[in-house]
C-alpha cells in the first residue's frame, strides 16, 4: 500500500524559507520520478515541481522557478522541496505524490504571511 507523509510546512514571513519533506513506502522509492503539488483554497491542485527516478532530470512550475528546489534521497525514500523567497501567492496544501500518481497523502499546511 502506498504511503505518503508530507512534513515541514508552517507559517513564515514573505521573504523567508521553508524545506519540506515527504517520506513514501509501499513502492520501488527509486524506480519513479516524484512531485510536489500545491492547492490554495478555492483553486485546483496544481504541479510545483518534478523528479527523475535517480534526480538527474527536475522541472518546476514557472510561479516558483529559481526559488524553488525539488530533491530526493533514494536511500531515505524522501523527496524534499527547498522553498526560498516565500511570497503570499505560495500559501497552499502541499502534497508530493509519485508519478503516475497513486493515493494522496495528508499534505502540510504552508502559509506566507506578515
Known amino acids: 500500500q502506498v504511503q505518503l507523509v508530507e512534513s515541514g510546512g508552517g507559517l513564515v514571513q514573505p521573504g523567508g524559507s521553508l524545506r519540506l519533506s515527504c517520506v513514501a513506502s509501499g513502492f520501488i522509492f527509486s524506480s519513479v520520478a516524484m512531485r510536489w503539488y500545491r492547492q490554495a483554497p478555492g483553486k485546483e491542485r496544481e504541479l510545483v515541481a518534478h523528479?527523475?527516478?535517480?534526480?538527474?532530470?527536475?522541472r518546476y512550475a514557472d510561479s516558483v522557478k529559481g526559488r524553488f528546489t525539488i530533491s530526493r534521497d533514494n536511500a531515505k525514500n524522501t523527496v524534499s522541496l527547498q522553498m526560498n523567497a516565500l511570497k503570499p501567492e505560495d500559501t497552499a496544501v502541499y502534497y508530493c505524490?509519485?508519478?503516475?500518481?497513486?493515493?494522496w497523502g495528508q499534505g502540510t499546511q504552508v502559509t506566507v504571511s506578515s
Open positions: 505524490n509519485r508519478w503516475p500518481e497513486s493515493g
Open positions: 523528479i527523475s527516478y535517480g534526480g538527474a532530470f527536475t
